[in-house]
């Protein structure tokens, strides 16, 4: 049996550890995968730094996002994977308390509804790229508790909708975006005017200055969306209370579904007539998300080129060791860009 080796946080406020690990096969519904890309997240960091999730034990392995060689098939996945092929895979472990299937080691267990086939002309780390990011914009635009919005396809027909995706340049918002104009959507968003051009590239068909006064955003909101359908807001970055505030001041003035869904905390006080909730990315596994996203979308939309990596991939270096580093920035703040750990 191979050996194992992960990085574990041994507690909040302390820097990763380097140590021998179990190497675990997978049950029915699991493959095992040999990371070759592990990309680092902002909850990464936040974990490391404090115990925010009361459901999550320490000593723990931390990471969500990797891309890897399948090397042990479950036998109720194995029609659709075998050793050998390269995926990618939002990694279950944190949310799940499991650190065996997290992503900061060099063997992940991950369900097989959470994993995808990936094109030779992908590379381990533009793929690493995308799978939490594509979850958890997943999550915000298709669970029936959040915007409810139809799936994706390659052959979408126009919903005559619009959606709004705050903070367009990130992670999130990049996957939003190409997912939510696969399902058929108009995507407006919000970005810093230095990405303005990226945003558009991904499908944004309209793009504001979310650094405005409040009120000209607003009135620039309003204006956008005088004459369409909204399908509702994703707000992936930034302080909630203040997209919020906006959005209360927004919503009276347009039509459609007026519901606000983030990937952050939400304010202790919310107004009385909005609809809204919080997006959590492991949410998708098991309700029937995941599936349409990761089986149903996603091969099939890289292989022909429909669905891009982003935002750009930065390896930060090779090897385990190289993780506390990729944590140690990303705290400090990126923008429009990705951290990557290889595993060579």
């Not at 995926?87 to 509804?113: D, I």
């Not at 369409?228 to 997209?243: I, M, P, R, W, Y």
């Not at 429909?306 to 750009?312: I, Q, R, W």
């Not at 090897?319 to 580093?325: A, F």
Request: hydrophobic share 40%.
């Amino acid at each position: 049996m191979p050996s194992n080796t992960a990085a574990w946080q041994p507690k909040p406020g302390v820097p990763v550890e380097i140590k021998d690990t179990p190497y675990t096969s997978p049950s029915a519904d699991y493959i095992l995968i040999k990371n070759h890309a592990i990309a680092i997240n902002p909850i990464d960091f936040k974990l490391q730094d404090m115990a925010m999730f009361p459901s999550l034990s320490y000593p723990t392995i931390l990471g969500n996002d990797l891309a890897g060689e399948v090397v042990e098939v479950g036998s109720a996945v194995s029609s659709r994977f075998k050793p050998g092929d390269r995926v990618l895979a939002q990694a279950g472990g944190v949310s799940a308390n499991s650190p065996s299937g997290s992503a900061f080691q060099e063997y992940t267990v991950v369900v097989g509804k959470m994993a995808s086939h990936i094109p030779d002309s992908l590379s381990y780390v533009d793929a690493a790229v995308i799978p939490l990011g594509a979850g958890t914009a997943s999550c915000g635009l298709f669970q029936k508790d959040q915007l409810a919005l139809q799936y994706p396809s390659l052959s979408s027909k126009p919903t005559g909708q619009t959606v709004l995706i705050w903070s367009g340049a990130t992670s999130v918002g990049l996957s939003a975006i190409q997912l939510a104009v696969a399902a058929g959507y108009e995507v407006i968003a919000t970005a810093s005017p230095k990405n303005f051009e990226l945003v558009r590239s991904f499908g944004a068909t309209e793009v504001l200055d979310y650094n405005v006064d409040s009120t000209t955003l607003v009135e620039q909101l309003a204006t956008v969306f005088e004459d369409k359908t909204f399908a509702g807001v994703l707000h992936t970055a930034g302080e909630a209370a203040d997209a919020v505030a906006i959005c209360a001041d927004l919503f009276p003035k347009i039509n459609g579904n007026k519901f606000f869904t983030t990937t952050v905390q939400l304010p202790t006080s919310m107004p009385a007539d909005m609809k809204y909730n919080r997006v959590f990315a492991s949410a998708i596994t098991n309700s029937g998300v995941g599936e349409a996203i990761f089986v149903n979308y996603l091969p099939q939309a890289l292989a022909e080129g429909k669905y891009k990596s982003a935002p750009k991939a930065e390896v930060v270096g090779n090897g385990l060791e190289s993780l506390q580093k990729g944590l140690d920035i990303l705290r400090k703040g990126v923008s429009a860009k990705k951290l990557i750990v290889t595993l060579n």
